[in-house]
């Protein structure tokens, strides 16, 4: 249990005070909380969100300019209400700290029937309280009007309980969106040139700024990944879908920039993307620095990239980087082929480390040392024909 929820409810400004000494929260706070005005409004307020909510000083603080009560008869209804259907301490903290002004909501008129309602379709404990947390704000919309019709939407595209709650946890499907209006007509047009509906209903779950695109460019994005040759069939044409109705044109074109920089034409990027729709979703400072470590420092030829696309959404430092160097050391010691293809890099933390560190540790005592970004090739005495001595320890800070 958070320590703030041991603290024995005070009342006074003096005590609040107190309470903070005994925290030891930084005086810039104290300093900052004496500036507020009405402070014995703001002293009760703070002290509850503290004690009964479990919010940090500051956050108490920052709360209270949106909600003030003296006293806490009605907030302490709507925590009961919230703990009645499975919210914990934690659930509570967040659910406040996101939407401080449900505290002053009436529990019996705006939250049980929500709450009731939730429970009646079989959500409970944790999976209603994942829903409350995504979007507070559902607690005080309309029962009749938004939340119903946007569960039975829903319900009309995903079928089963886990689904609808993983698409209530974006907070997209709670913010008023007239859910037939918008969605059904995309959902319409992927049905129609058979997309499956377990394919759609991954969209609908996963990226739902996706598919509530406006329909005419919604078409239009359909029709441009359909000539690009995906197949409706396949996850990778939503994940096209996807990629490009969450971007510009301009930015469309900042990334095929970007690679066209490593000498590829566009037949070889539009490749990739065939590969691997999500390697056009990476940034295209992201693009030009994953490319110009692997091919500069690496000396991979850039038609490896577009082979394995996917390697453009690794981490640089926590895995590209290190695991790259690891191979190196692997290739000059003879240990692994030269032509080795970048599909480790899809490998797992755990396939790698026991596949290539612990596997040649033996071989290699330094190898670890290595993976864990302590010394570089150049430290190991190690140089590649192609001139590997530039390929150091200061690589893993100077490629950030």
């Known amino acids: 249990m958070r320590p703030s929820f041991l603290f024995r409810r005070v009342g006074s400004l003096a005590n609040v005070g107190q309470m903070f000494a005994i925290s030891k929260t930084p005086m810039h ?33 920052y709360a209270s300019q949106k909600i003030q009560f003296e006293t806490p008869e009605r907030a302490d209804s709507i925590l009961a209400t919230l703990r009645n259907y499975g919210c914990t301490n934690t659930h509570i903290s967040k659910i406040v700290r996101r939407f401080p002004r449900l505290l002053t909501a009436d529990p019996e008129k705006t939250l049980l029937p929500k709450l009731e309602f939730f429970r009646s379709v079989g959500f409970s404990g944790p999976e209603l309280a994942s829903i409350v947390i ?18 039975n939407f829903l319900k009309s595209v995903l079928m089963v309980n886990g689904n609808i709650v993983r698409a209530l946890n974006k907070s997209y499907w709670l913010g008023g969106q007239s859910l037939e209006n918008t969605v059904a007509p995309n959902i319409a047009i992927l049905k129609e040139i058979g997309v499956p509906m377990s394919n759609i209903s991954f969209l609908v779950t996963c990226h739902p700024t996706a598919v509530s695109q406006n329909t005419e ?14 197949d409706p069939m396949r996850v990778s044409f939503l994940k096209a879908v996807e990629v490009l109705a969450e971007m510009g044109e301009s930015i469309w074109e900042d990334k095929m920039e970007a690679y066209r920089q490593w000498g590829l034409t ?35 030829e850039p038609a490896a990239i577009v082979r394995y696309p996917t390697v453009i959404l690794r981490s640089l430092e926590k895995k590209i980087i ?50 864990q970004g302590k010394i570089g090739i150049l430290e190991l005495g190690l140089a590649s024909e192609k001139g590997d001595k530039s390929v150091v320890a200061s690589q893993l800070h100077s490629s950030k």
């Open 29 to 61: 706070f104290l300093l900052m909380f004496r500036s507020f005005s009405s402070p014995k409004q703001h002293s009760f307020t703070v002290a509850y969100l503290i004690n009964s909510c479990g919010l940090s000083p500051e956050t108490a603080l």
């Open 134 to 151: 995504a979007n507070p704000q559902i607690l005080k919309r309309s029962l009749e009007n938004h939340v119903i019709p946007c569960y």
């Open 217 to 230: 460019k919604f078409s239009k994005i359909v029709k441009m990944v359909t000539e690009m040759g995906f």
């Open 266 to 300: 566009d037949d070889q990027i539009m490749s990739m993307f065939r590969l691997d729709p999500l390697c056009m979703k990476s940034s295209a400072k992201k693009i030009k620095r994953v490319m110009d470590f692997l091919v500069n420092k690496m000396d991979w």
């Open 322 to 371: 290190p695991w790259c160097l690891v191979m190196k050391v692997l290739q000059m010691k003879r240990l692994v082929k030269k032509d080795l293809s970048l599909a480790f890099l899809g490998y797992s933390e755990k396939t790698f480390f026991n596949r290539f560190v612990v596997k040649y540790e033996q071989d290699v005592p330094e190898l670890l040392n290595v993976y």
